[in-house]
């Protein structure tokens, strides 16, 4: 019932209050009356009947009166405050009841407002503990990613369809290494997120790996498997391979990826089938000697009545043969000698690290101040850097107990092959007999023992040590010679890309699916190569030339900048003076650079299953179309042009240059003109155009392409 | 009737004292210094026991057995390897291949003539 019906209904309750009791009595007394006292009471009645109405009529209205702002204030207020606390349920959290009316109604408006309060203060809190967690979870991932581009081995994760999630500096490098030809030509194409790993190693291989894991874990086994690879360059690859397995709680522990550790033993191989070789010429090359000797030596012995001629003949066999073995043994010797030294496994470390790590544990443990001199910041040291410090820390305890210094020094320098790291001290001359016991005891220092000596982790190092005095100085040291280490892969080569933590990961490529390009896929989901040319002139068909091609991959709607193609082209015919100080590439640059013939495919392999992104892409694309036919290689895939789309975005807008559009998207470049810095400005473009289309209305790839077609630049041709 | 005896070996300081020992031992002997020269040998002197190393320049002695053995009237002639290998699986090759006995330098003169008369006094 409507609250209306209610108040009608409640005059009308009130009415027949007001006159129903009086009536009643009236008609009861009437009945139990006799006929005069009838026509007295009608009488007298009859007379006092306007007053008596009047007075109802006045009650009455009195009543409704009351009865009306009752309704008012309990019912309509509480309607009132009904709907503002379905408002604040809601629409709008942060609005409250106004205290009006009645005091319980009053109360009851500042109970509902101290309900909304809580309620704020809770969803706030669930809501501070949600970010929270997200944060917790990215960051556990940065770190996840931030120590797997430390490790020194190379790691791969991959999905079940081969894809790779995550990998890390070294693994990289080490692809890289592998590739063939002109590294950057092709050695980008080889690893990236989102590529498959079936281009690196053999896909029967990998399988053959997972199907010996799952019988493993079937078996109760530890899930790994080994295998070892060859790749296309010849180079021998051993892989591990563990799964990543489904959080549990979802039944069986199923396979939902996996991790491959990669080892490239080639040249471990190569040193055993060097050992192999030595042990060879030592046994099957002393068989043969030995057996010539001994039948020689027997007949000499059995018949000692030979003719002269005949005995001396023996004679000169067994002084050729050893003479023969002597020679190979000190050939194997003189070729081995380095094979054989050292066994123990060095790590390449820089020699400031070590001088490092023995400075904090010296002060820390011995109280000992140290200071550095001349320390060579770029010299790598073949080191077992654990015991070599311990040496140090040694000497140092050793030094404090007999000659107090007041302070240590360090000094690292390089003489050809040899590093030396001199531990510095100033005080009286010590003896040579001193230094040959400290050389020889079980080192012990602060507390900790060894069970080496000096003598032994020199040894291990196929080092020397030697003290030596600086007179002048008056002062001495201890020289720790070392072998120099060429770090076998470019350590500081990172540094030119940008400091940011490398994007070696995406997890969320563990559901990728689709591997072909569907155009219905939303525009932030698929993986872009986003590229740029630099050419001889703007003419393509009339014998203009690429000279350059940069280019940068978009997964899962990230910028991967270190994932590049940077490559310049060698375009076999003279640059045009005019265009030089237009993209900074000059003669020098170009000649003997690959010639497209050998670009081309590399930048295919490149762009495989991705979909093209260039600014003003018509104009790109011509270059390429041109070389179709000479390489053999075709673009087929879909191209969006980031031109076009800016166009689709803000049609009003007059300009779409690249320089304009960045501007206007408010994004800062640091240089351009150059195929790679354009191909990066221009995937931002892209980046930030994405939710600008979808406000459009343009989701789909399919949806951006038919979108360009219709805007006016669409129609300009190359 | 003397025993004919083949000694098969590229290097001259063995074959000096294989000759001398087996001529000691009353046999006749003829020497080939590689594969080849062996297999031709084998037709001429048509020897009842051979002296057959491993390791020689055109033709190995593995070679030169499995062409011996392929030749059914050759089926009496006694092999004897001699070799530097001394892998078990190349003297089970050797073996295989048909060889009646396998010798490993250095070995004693004294037990290779004891073996060479037993297998020829079977």
Same mark, same amino acid.
């Given at each position: 019932m409507k609250a209306k019906h209610r108040f009608i209904l409640a005059v009308v309750v009130l009415g027949l209050l007001m006159t129903g009791p009086f009536v009643v009595t009236s008609l009861l007394v009437w009945l139990d009356m006799k006929d005069a006292e009838r026509v007295m009471l009608t009488e007298l009645l009859l007379s006092r009947l306007p007053v008596g109405t009047m007075m109802t009529l006045f009650g009455f209205v009195v009543g409704v009166l009351v009865l009306h702002r009752l309704f008012k204030q309990y019912v309509e207020g509480l309607l009132r405050m009904a709907e503002t606390l379905r408002l604040m349920l809601g629409a709008n959290r942060n609005f409250r009841v106004t205290i009006e009316g009645p005091p319980e109604v009053q109360q009851l408006a500042r109970a509902a407002n101290d309900l909304a309060q809580q309620r704020d203060a809770l969803m706030d809190d669930v809501e501070a503990q949600i970010a929270t967690a997200k944060a917790s979870v990215e960051e556990e991932k940065n770190r996840l990613a931030a120590l797997m581009s430390e490790l020194a081995q190379a790691v791969v994760v991959c999905n079940l369809d081969g894809r790779i999630l995550l990998y890390n500096n070294r693994a990289r490098l080490q692809f890289k290494a592998l590739a063939q030809g002109p590294t950057s030509v092709s050695g980008g194409a080889l690893i990236g997120l989102g590529r498959s790993i079936f281009s690196i190693l053999e896909k029967n291989q990998v399988q053959h790996a997972q199907e010996v894991i799952r019988q493993r874990v079937a078996t109760g086994k530890t899930a790994m498997a080994n295998f070892i690879t060859t790749t296309r360059g010849g180079q021998l690859l051993r892989i591990q391979m563990v799964p990543v397995l489904a959080a549990p709680g979802e039944g069986e522990a199923a396979m939902s990826g996996y991790v491959l550790t990669v080892e490239n033993i080639t040249r471990s191989i190569e040193q055993e089938a060097h050992r192999d070789q030595v042990l060879h010429l030592m046994t099957e090359g002393s068989r043969s000697a030995l057996g010539n000797i001994r039948a020689a030596v027997t007949n000499l012995i059995d018949y000692p009545d030979m003719e002269p001629e005949l005995r001396e003949r023996f004679l000169r066999v067994i002084e050729e043969e050893v003479a023969k073995r002597g020679q190979s043994v000190d050939q194997t010797m003189a070729e081995f000698s380095h094979s054989m030294k050292t066994r123990w496994p060095l790590e390449d470390i820089l020699g400031i690290d070590v001088i490092a790590a023995a400075q904090r544990r010296i002060e820390d443990k011995l109280k000992l101040p140290i200071k550095t001199e001349e320390l060579d910041d770029a010299l790598w040291v073949k080191a077992d850097s654990f015991s070599l410090v311990f040496a140090l820390v040694f000497l140092a305890s050793k030094l404090q107990d007999h000659y107090e210094p007041r302070e240590l020094r360090f000094r690292l320098t390089s003489a050809g092959k040899l590093a030396y790291l001199d531990l510095i001290w100033a005080g009286p001359a010590m003896s040579s007999e001193t230094f040959y016991t400290w050389e020889m005891e079980s080192m012990h220092a602060a507390g900790e023992t060894s069970p080496l000596s000096l003598r032994d982790v020199i040894d291990r190092h196929g080092g020397e040590i030697w003290y030596q005095r600086e007179k002048a100085a008056h002062r001495a040291f201890f020289r720790f010679v070392l072998p120099v280490a060429t770090p076998e892969i470019g350590h500081d080569e990172e540094s030119a890309r940008g400091s940011n933590r490398p994007e070696y990961y995406d997890f969320d490529l563990f559901k990728f699916e689709d591997k072909s390009i569907d155009l219905d896929r939303k525009l932030s989901e698929l993986t872009y190569t986003v590229f740029d040319t630099e050419t001889t002139g703007l003419e393509p068909s009339n014998g203009d030339e690429i000279i350059q091609i940069g280019a940068a991959r978009i997964v899962n709607n990230r910028l991967?900048?270190?994932e590049i193609f940077n490559q310049l082209v060698d375009p076999e015919c003279p640059l045009k003076p005019e265009s030089i100080p237009i993209h900074g590439i000059t003669e020098d640059m170009v000649r003997g650079q690959p010639n497209i013939d050998v670009v081309l495919p590399a930048f295919h392999e490149f762009c495989e299953d991705t979909v093209l992104i260039a600014h003003n892409a018509a104009f790109d694309m011509r270059f390429l179309q041109l070389k179709e036919e000479r390489t053999g290689v075709k673009f087929s895939q879909p191209v969006l042009d980031t031109l076009l789309l800016s166009a689709v975005v803000q049609p009003n807008q007059e300009s779409h240059k690249l320089d304009v559009i960045l501007e206007r998207l408010g994004i800062h470049i640091e240089s351009r003109h150059n195929a790679l810095e354009d191909s990066l400005a221009t995937a931002e473009v892209f980046l930030k155009l994405v939710p600008l289309l979808e406000e459009k209305g343009i989701v789909t790839v399919r949806q951006a392409l038919e979108a360009s077609e219709k805007t006016f630049f669409a129609r300009v041709k190359y | 009737m003397a025993h004919k005896i083949l000694i098969v070996d590229d290097e001259p300081n063995i074959v000096i004292s294989l000759e001398f020992l087996m001529k000691k031992e009353g046999f006749e002997v003829a020497v080939a210094n590689d594969g080849e020269e062996a297999l031709a040998k084998v037709a001429s002197f048509n020897p009842d026991l051979m002296l057959l190393?491993? +390791? +020689?320049?055109?033709?190995s002695g593995f070679e030169v057995c499995e062409a011996l053995r392929a030749d059914p009237e050759r089926a009496g002639l006694q092999i004897v390897m001699l070799t530097a290998k001394g892998r078990d699986t190349e003297v089970a090759k050797g073996l295989a291949l048909g060889a009646d006995a396998y010798v490993t330098k250095p070995f004693s003169t004294k037990d290779l003539v004891a073996k060479v008369k037993e297998m020829l006094a079977r």
């Open positions: 991967l900048r270190q | 190393d491993v +390791m +020689m320049p055109k033709k």
